[in-house]
Structure formats: structure tokens, C-alpha cells
């Protein structure tokens, strides 16, 4: 296979269109109160290193004799407790996150700049053996499955951090490792969706995926009301 530099700008740029054509739309979401732009960059570019710590991780669960929907359990596990971290390690204990809608904005941040990465890693293969067509289709059906899926698992971290804002430590702790044990179960599902070789596994994956988000767009609106209700419109 070529992987020439021609090659991995192609893996570049694939991998990282779809992320950001989400990242612009999801931030509309948050226009009335922008988040810091360095700190939104810095939110994807530490979801972009988790990556290359996640993949070895899954190789050792990938050959260590396991069933096959324990593998999937723990390459879910995985990525969702890398996006938490990188998540509390670079962002979630700043200043800026100072309003509920903060945390789902910095979540879904980083997990698009974790599928970013991981869409590169996906699209060098088909492009190094020049299956340009193959590629373009890897990249399409990430763009509305495999993305989104990153966006919404992590962003059910982001939501209950978000409403356990006023609770207490443990009372958050507890509420953030329950977001962390609803992003795996999605994924896993999704994931374990995906793995099927029928077109119907398939479809209900998608669908999966889609019916979450309308909870999600419906979720962040309940939030966003909850934060500026009785505020004039230009005050955040």
C-alpha cells in the first residue's frame, strides 16, 4: 500500500471535514453564549491525542481471548472513559466552564475531535490501495453514523455533569459516571449493530444513532432554557 503524503493528506483532510462540518453546526446550538475559540480548539486537539492512547489499548482487548461482545465492551469502555478524561484533564476544570451547557459543548467537542483522528486512521487503508471510491463511502457513512455516535455518547457525559451542576461532589461524581456507563451502552450497541453482516443490523444502528440525537437536540434546548429563562436575550 502507498502511503505517500499525498496519500495521508487525503486521510487528513477526509478525517477531519466531517468532524468540523458537525463542530460548526453543534456550536450554532451555543450562539447565543460562544464558548472561548482557543479553548474549543484545545477541547478537539486533546479528543485528537486520546486516540493514539486508545489504540493500543484495544489491541491488547482484541487479542486477549475474550468473547466477541466483550471485546466490544471494552473498546467502548475504552473511548468513552479517554474522551472523560481528556475532557476533565484539559478543559471541564476552567474558568470558561462556567454554565450548564458549557459541559455538553466541551464533551461533544472532544469526541469529534476523537472520531476526527479516528476517521483519518479508517480512510488510509482504501486510499493507500487507491480505492478512492471505497474511501469517499468510509468517510459518507462515518459522517452519519460513526461521528455522530462519538458526538452523542460523549455528550450524555456532557449532560450529566451538566444537570448535577448545583449537586454536590459525590452527588456529581456518581452523575458523571453514570453519563460515563450510558455513553459505553450506546456504543456497545451501536457498535455491536455494526459488527452484523445484514443491511438490517445496519439501518437499526443508524436509527439508533438518529433517534438519540432528536433526544439530544430536545435535551440541550431543556438546558439552554433552564440556564438563560428571564434573561434579556444579549445576556448570557
Known amino acids: 500500500m502507498d502511503f505517500s503524503l499525498q496519500t495521508l493528506g487525503y486521510a487528513f483532510i477526509g478525517g477531519l471535514l466531517p468532524s468540523l462540518i458537525w463542530l460548526y453546526f453543534l456550536l450554532k446550538e ?12 484545545l477541547a478537539f486537539l486533546s479528543g485528537m491525542i486520546a486516540v493514539p492512547i486508545a489504540l493500543p489499548l484495544e489491541q491488547y482487548v482484541q487479542h486477549a481471548n475474550l468473547p466477541g461482545f466483550q471485546v466490544l465492551v471494552g473498546w467502548a469502555t475504552i473511548e468513552e472513559v479517554l474522551k472523560y478524561l481528556a475532557a476533565a484533564i484539559f478543559i471541564l476544570w476552567r474558568s470558561a466552564v462556567d454554565e450548564a451547557p458549557d459541559y455538553v459543548i466541551y464533551m461533544l ?15 488510509l487503508s482504501p486510499l493507500a490501495s487507491g480505492h478512492l471510491f471505497t474511501g469517499l463511502m468510509t468517510d ?24 448535577s451542576m448545583s449537586w454536590g461532589p ?25 459488527m452484523k453482516a445484514s443491511g438490517s443490523a ?32 444579549n445576556v448570557c
Request: glycine share 6%; proline share 3%.
Open 30 to 41: 451555543d450562539s447565543r453564549c460562544p464558548e472561548p475559540r482557543k479553548l474549543i480548539a
Open 170 to 194: 459525590s452527588a456529581r461524581a456518581a452523575a458523571a459516571g453514570t453519563g460515563v456507563i450510558l455513553a459505553i451502552v450506546l456504543h456497545t450497541a451501536f457498535n455491536a449493530l455494526i
Open 202 to 233: 445496519a439501518l437499526t444502528a443508524f436509527f439508533l444513532v438518529w433517534s438519540v440525537a432528536v433526544v439530544f437536540f430536545a435535551a440541550f434546548e431543556v438546558l439552554k432554557y433552564l440556564q438563560y429563562r428571564g434573561k434579556p436575550k
Open 109 to 123: 467537542t472532544v469526541a469529534l475531535g476523537f472520531a476526527a483522528a479516528e476517521n483519518m486512521l479508517f480512510l
Open 140 to 163: 459518507d457513512l462515518r459522517f452519519v453514523g460513526s461521528t455522530l455516535l462519538h458526538v452523542l455518547a460523549s455528550s450524555a457525559v456532557g449532560f450529566a455533569l451538566a444537570f
